[in-house]
């Protein structure tokens, strides 16, 4: 006579754990939304901070676009450089021979890194016209004087670097190391200077 075969059930009873534990099946849903609940807690917080963090990356990136000295940018008087109202056009006709001012691109004054001296080399010196460069010292950083000094160079206040406008700003006294970088510039048919190029260095300190 055969017995009958029974079916051994594997499974934990309900309101058991895995292991067997006991527990009342109301807990383990209160549970299981708490969790649920701070999930979507932590990702609404998420999404909070990267709604404000985007737009302040993204902000931060076009200003540093914006700021870059560029081809084509009009340069205007810089604060302290000259009679003339700053964020005027600077006109070539205003530079006498052997004279300097600086300027920003116009729009572009908030990074101090964009100051430029520009230069009326006197004739005879040999490179007559209009030349400029970066207005940042290679030593430290400094801005340099926006007047030459007696002996025709752009001077630094900090620690008396000297760089001759004649001759590509080489460095002519002080501590500095490297000339200041050159900028290429250009005259619109208003008078006005205009950017025609790139430094030719890396502006400041190395
Ligand atoms: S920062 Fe110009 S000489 Fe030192």
Request: net charge negative; charged share 15%; glycine share 12%.
């Amino acid at each position: 006579m055969s017995t009958p075969h029974t079916r051994l059930d594997l499974r934990p009873p309900l309101g058991t754990d895995d292991a067997g534990r006991g527990g009342d099946p109301a807990d383990a849903g209160h549970f299981g939304r708490r969790n649920l609940l701070k999930w979507l807690i932590r990702l609404g917080l998420g999404a909070f901070a990267l709604a404000f963090a985007l737009p302040a990356l993204a902000i931060r990136s076009l200003t540093r676009v914006t700021q870059a000295v560029a081809q084509g940018d009009e340069l205007v008087y810089a604060p302290g450089s000259t009679d003339l109202p700053v964020g005027e056009s600077l006109r070539a006709a205003d530079l006498a021979e052997g004279t300097a001012v600086q300027a920003f691109p116009r729009g572009k004054a908030d990074d101090a890194n964009n100051l430029i001296e520009v230069v009326r080399i006197p004739a005879g010196d040999g490179a007559a016209g209009l030349v400029a460069y970066s207005a940042i010292c290679t030593h430290l950083g400094c801005a340099v004087y926006a007047g030459l000094n007696d002996d025709g160079h752009i001077a630094c206040p900090c620690h008396a670097s000297q760089f001759d406008p004649a001759e590509n700003a080489r460095v002519v006294g002080g501590p500095a190391s490297r000339p200041l970088p050159s900028l290429p510039i250009t005259v619109n048919a208003d008078g006005v200077v205009v950017v025609n190029g790139a430094f030719s260095g890396p502006i400041g300190p190395e």
